[in-house]
């Protein structure tokens, strides 16, 4: 979400109160709800409104406010249940830090771990970083940074790839990535893909869709999207000393 929309849904949030103040009064004005909200029926009812999975729900920083971890990303809902807000959230106190984003790092990172076994690898010899990157055979942006993969390597910054088609799985994309995954080179296979070559089918237990949806839940929306050591996401392609301060500027 662009910045200026996630900044009109906030504004949308705070100025309602604002606007409905000078009519308030002590018989008027709403009373907290002090009863102790039901988590679990929340969470049925955003999996069967919306057919996505809750992982956790916790409060949000907005008072009244649950903040879910998703299959789809976070969702913010009111305590009763019957409101959605769907966006980033900013702090304005704090330089329009992404409190949305922040919220999903730590997961992040732990949702990777089950499937590093299953990411190719491109280990730089002086290692200093680690990036892991979403990656579709066939987009130019994706293409140029693998090109560019000796130059990552050479700053010390290790390269991880996971699979994300963007045609979605199954795909004759998803098939394709599944190949190289399973070739018996596979880091050589993906150099030879990226340049365009075609790849012989294979089939293994690449667990290509649990890679994609990983990526969907993370809010990867293109390729190249880089998860940093942090776990933040930044979308889009970085040349490798661009990414090299970014990394940098993070410590």
């Known amino acids: ?30 009373k907290s709800d002090t009863s102790a909200p039901d988590t679990a029926a929340i969470k049925q009812k955003l999996s069967q409104m919306l057919d996505l999975d809750v992982i956790s729900m916790q409060d949000s920083p907005i008072d009244g406010l649950y903040q879910a971890m998703t299959n789809r990303g976070v969702l913010y809902i009111s305590r009763d249940g019957s409101k959605l807000f769907h966006g980033s959230l900013y ?13 999903m790092a730590g997961p992040r990172l732990e949702m990777m771990k089950p499937l590093e076994d299953h990411m190719l690898v491109y280990k730089a010899k ?15 942006y994706c293409r140029k940074l693998h090109s560019q993969m000796a130059d990552y390597n050479k700053l010390g ?11 979605g799985v199954p795909s004759a994309n998803a098939d394709e990535m599944e190949a190289i995954w399973c070739a018996k080179e596979p880091l050589k296979a993906m150099t030879e893909a ?19 949806n990983l990526g969907a839940t993370f809010g990867v929306n293109g390729t190249p999207a880089m998860v940093l050591e942090d776990g933040n996401m930044v979308p889009g392609y970085q040349p ?5 301060r970014t990394l940098e500027s993070r410590r």
């Open 1 to 30: 979400m662009k910045l200026t929309r996630a900044l009109s849904l906030v504004f949308a949030l705070v100025a309602l109160p604002i606007a409905v103040a000078p009519f308030a009064s002590a018989d008027t004005a709403p």
């Open 91 to 103: 702090d304005m106190d704090k330089g329009m830090k992404n409190l949305t984003e922040s919220a």
């Open 126 to 140: 002086d290692e200093k970083h680690v990036v892991t990157v979403f990656t579709d055979v066939s987009c130019g």
């Open 157 to 167: 910054i290790t390269i991880r790839y996971l699979a994300f088609p963007r045609a």
């Open 194 to 212: 990226k340049a365009g070559k075609k790849i012989s089918s294979a089939t293994c237990d690449a667990k290509i869709a649990e890679q994609y």
């Open 240 to 244: 490798p000393a661009d990414l090299l």
